[in-house]
């Protein structure tokens, strides 16, 4: 009985919000919904309450508020009833119902394992991906008691249901914020306001050389933007319109034990708005550069140490044995990616030269980079001194035979 009193609680507070879950014909573009997306126990429901008090937006869990009222029986129970498989299915066609304008919502651990359910969620809002250590996620589910969650069946520890969910998280996320060991959620909510400000803000990139009263709208660059023009027309390099990205020792600490790929990801999306290079794009671009068939090491700049608190870092293990390579096997990927999404607004498939002079590693390095992954829209030319290279640096440069590479 008590439960039933609770449940009916719930569905008579959901009717006071400002948009009806069963009757939202809000379009998608304007629903402004906040999605906090994470394991259980990640703090999503302590989060989301006061991220809604914060922001003066209504909080929504959508194991409480909406799938119990939906279902008319608790989580447990539909879980006893339709099994881990059968609930999944029945959760993501639950959510697939869902509609609300306006709010903070806190999903549950399993709604991303649903992929259908979770692009109409990302249709009508923002996802943030709450990040926290596995090691915490499982002290955390100790001390609330919990042994088992969707999915994990007889022989499957918790480690392991965790780190298969993580897939789930990182391929549905517009942005990440990466929690450290002992952080509040007051702390946290902290981030997440900071983020969001980030993110309607779009800051945009301006030159080294612009006058700070010249730093209107105008002048800002999106990111693609200045992927396919380079140096600023005023000569100037650019940068981060408001603040350069940075990391607290705590965010740092947490990248300690990932592998070169999950610390690439999460340092360079704090570079990109997720509108200009979406973190499942950007994800892509990483795993198919840095991988073992173009990097001759599996840790792809391995870290040795020396001895005392010296250490060395090994720049070589790329396709032409240059440290350029690290940078510039990523590069053409962002090149490509901005050619395409400006072929797709203007409606021209405009084609790229870019002349590149070198005295020897460079050279060498872009026409690999750029021969794999520019595509067809932009061809490259390599200038180079005839007396001024190395025997291995020419032969390296004169051998490239692709396509859209020439050498001079």
Same mark, same amino acid.
């Not at 549905?172 to 450290?180: A, L």
């Not at 750029?370 to 004169?398: D, N």
């Given at each position: 009985?008590?439960?039933?009193?609770?449940?009916?609680?719930? $569905?008579?507070?959901?009717?006071?919000?400002?948009?009806?879950?069963?009757?939202?014909?809000?379009?998608?573009?304007?629903?402004?919904?906040?999605?906090?997306?994470?394991?259980?126990?990640?703090?999503?429901?302590?989060?989301?309450?006061?991220?809604?008090?914060?922001?003066?937006?209504?909080?929504?869990?959508?194991?409480?508020?909406? $799938?119990?009222?939906?279902?008319?029986?608790?989580?447990?129970?539909?879980?006893?009833?339709?099994?881990?498989?059968?609930?999944?299915?029945?959760?993501?066609?639950?959510?697939?119902?869902?509609? *609300?304008?306006?709010?903070?919502?806190?999903?549950?651990?399993?709604?991303?394992?649903?992929?259908?359910?979770?692009?109409?969620?990302?249709?009508? %809002?923002?996802?943030?991906?709450?990040?926290?250590?596995?090691?915490?996620?499982?002290?955390?589910?100790?001390?609330?008691?919990?042994?088992?969650?969707?999915?994990?069946?007889?022989?499957?520890?918790?480690?392991?249901?965790?780190?298969?969910?993580?897939?789930?998280?990182?391929?549905?996320?517009?942005?990440?914020?990466?929690?450290?060991?002992?952080?509040?959620?007051?702390?946290?909510?902290?981030? &997440?306001?900071?983020?969001?400000?980030?993110? /309607?803000? /779009?800051?945009?990139?301006?030159?080294?050389?612009?006058?700070?009263?010249?730093?209107?709208?105008?002048?800002? /660059?999106?990111?693609?933007?200045?992927?396919?023009? %380079?140096?600023?027309?005023?000569?100037?390099?650019? &940068?981060?319109?408001?603040?350069?990205?940075?990391?607290?020792?705590?965010?740092?600490?947490?990248?300690?034990?990932?592998?070169?790929?999950?610390?690439?990801?999460?340092?360079?999306?704090?570079?990109?708005?997720?509108?200009?290079?979406?973190?499942?794009?950007?994800?892509?671009?990483?795993?198919?550069?840095?991988?073992?068939?173009?990097?001759?090491?599996? *840790?792809?700049?391995?870290?040795?140490?020396?001895?005392?608190?010296?250490?060395?870092?090994?720049?070589?293990?790329?396709?032409?044995?240059?440290?350029?390579?690290?940078?510039?096997?990523?590069?053409?990927?962002?090149?490509?990616?901005?050619?395409?999404?400006?072929? &797709?607004?203007?409606?021209?498939?405009?084609?790229? $030269?870019?002349? &590149?002079?070198?005295?020897?590693?460079?050279?060498?390095?872009?026409?690999?980079?750029?021969?794999?992954?520019?595509?067809?829209?932009?061809?490259?030319?390599?200038?180079?001194?005839?007396?001024?290279?190395?025997?291995?640096?020419?032969?390296?440069?004169?051998?490239?035979?692709?396509?859209? *590479?020439?050498?001079?």
């Amino acid at each position: 009985m008590a439960r039933l009193l609770s449940i009916k609680g719930k $569905l008579a507070w959901s009717r006071t919000l400002p948009c009806s879950y069963a009757f939202c014909t809000t379009p998608c573009t304007a629903c402004n919904n906040i999605f906090l997306m994470g394991s259980p126990g990640s703090g999503k429901t302590t989060v989301g309450r006061l991220l809604s008090s914060r922001l003066s937006l209504p909080a929504i869990d959508i194991d409480d508020d909406y $799938l119990e009222p939906h279902w008319r029986m608790t989580v447990a129970d539909k879980l006893k009833q339709a099994g881990s498989e059968g609930f999944v299915q029945e959760e993501g066609e639950a959510l697939l119902q869902f509609a *609300t304008s306006k709010s903070v919502v806190s999903l549950t651990g399993s709604n991303p394992l649903h992929q259908c359910a979770m692009d109409h969620i990302k249709d009508t %809002g923002l996802v943030v991906l709450l990040d926290v250590d596995q090691r915490d996620i499982i002290q955390r589910l100790k001390r609330m008691k919990v042994n088992r969650i969707v999915g994990q069946g007889p022989g499957n520890s918790m480690q392991d249901i965790l780190k298969y969910r993580q897939q789930f998280y990182e391929n549905n996320y517009d942005v990440r914020i990466i929690c450290e060991e002992n952080e509040t959620p007051e702390q946290i909510v902290d981030k &997440v306001v900071l983020a969001l400000k980030k993110q /309607k803000l /779009k800051q945009g990139y301006v030159s080294t050389r612009s006058h700070q009263d010249q730093m209107n709208g105008s002048k800002r /660059k999106s990111f693609n933007d200045i992927i396919l023009e %380079g140096m600023a027309n005023d000569g100037g390099l650019y &940068v981060p319109m408001e603040t350069v990205p940075k990391m607290s020792s705590g965010e740092w600490s947490r990248l300690i034990g990932l592998s070169f790929t999950d610390q690439a990801q999460r340092i360079l999306e704090h570079w990109f708005h997720h509108h200009d290079l979406p973190p499942q794009s950007l994800q892509n671009m990483i795993n198919t550069v840095y991988c073992q068939e173009n990097f001759n090491c599996s *840790t792809i700049s391995p870290v040795y140490h020396l001895h005392g608190n010296q250490y060395i870092l090994e720049l070589f293990h790329g396709p032409t044995a240059s440290f350029k390579d690290v940078a510039l096997q990523l590069m053409p990927m962002f090149f490509h990616n901005a050619a395409e999404e400006r072929k &797709v607004k203007s409606g021209l498939d405009n084609r790229y $030269l870019i002349l &590149v002079a070198t005295s020897g590693d460079t050279g060498g390095a872009v026409l690999d980079g750029f021969k794999k992954y520019a595509g067809h829209s932009c061809s490259l030319m390599v200038l180079y001194p005839e007396k001024g290279v190395s025997a291995v640096q020419k032969a390296q440069m004169t051998s490239v035979t692709g396509d859209n *590479t020439h050498v001079v």
